[in-house]
């Protein structure tokens, strides 16, 4: 995201922006790559609901909460890309309240890695994530990647919300 110290981060949670729904994808190379035909859409204080389930020293992706409101809404899966928009929105937002009501730090993306748009991009989440005692590792050679070790071993059951 850019210029986010003009952005009204906790406003765009609140909006809903027509959502949740769902609907009816028709493009054959969707429905391979999903696994269905139903696709989600989750407002945006739903993930940020999501994301505070994750407690101290436990994780979850992105995906995982995806997963989570496709199942508790009979759909195939959630749309991926407002996904992505809607946790970092959330991100921000707690980060302009100046709270840890939602600990942001705590949700990763795919395969454990850390996002670089969240406040203070990988080396904020990186010192968070450190602090409750997950190590980061590094991939990459010139596009560095980071990483939480072994993270699976840390995930957290999201429940329904």
């Given at each position: 995201?850019?210029?986010?110290?003009?952005?009204?981060?906790?406003?765009?949670?609140?909006?809903?922006?027509?959502?949740?729904?769902?609907?009816?994808?028709?493009?054959?190379?969707?429905?391979?790559?999903?696994?269905?035909?139903?696709?989600?859409?989750?407002?945006?204080?739903?993930?940020?609901?999501?994301?505070?389930?994750?407690?101290?020293?436990?994780?979850?992706?992105?995906?995982?909460?995806?997963?989570?409101?496709?199942?508790?809404?009979?759909?195939?899966?959630?749309?991926?890309?407002?996904?992505g928009v809607f946790v970092?929105?959330?991100?921000?937002?707690?980060?302009?309240?100046?709270?840890?009501?939602?600990?942001?730090?705590?949700?990763?993306?795919?395969?454990?890695?850390?996002?670089?748009?969240?406040?203070?991009?990988?080396?904020?989440?990186?010192?968070?994530?450190?602090?409750?005692?997950?190590?980061?590792?590094?991939?990459?050679?010139?596009?560095?990647?980071?990483?939480?070790?072994?993270?699976?071993?840390?995930?957290?059951?999201?429940?329904?919300?």
């Amino acid at each position: 995201m850019a210029h986010e110290e003009r952005k009204d981060f906790n406003a765009m949670l609140r909006d809903g922006k027509d959502m949740p729904k769902t609907q009816l994808v028709t493009d054959p190379a969707a429905i391979a790559k999903y696994g269905g035909s139903r696709m989600y859409f989750a407002p945006p204080i739903d993930y940020d609901r999501a994301m505070r389930q994750a407690p101290p020293g436990r994780l979850t992706t992105v995906g995982e909460i995806r997963a989570l409101f496709a199942r508790q809404n009979g759909a195939d899966f959630t749309e991926p890309i407002t996904a992505g928009v809607f946790v970092s929105i959330a991100a921000w937002a707690c980060a302009q309240r100046g709270d840890d009501s939602t600990p942001w730090w705590r949700t990763l993306k795919a395969g454990g890695e850390l996002n670089p748009k969240y406040p203070g991009g990988v080396d904020e989440q990186r010192r968070r994530l450190e602090a409750e005692g997950h190590a980061v590792i590094v991939r990459g050679r010139k596009n560095l990647k980071y990483y939480v070790k072994d993270f699976e071993q840390s995930l957290f059951p999201l429940e329904f919300l």
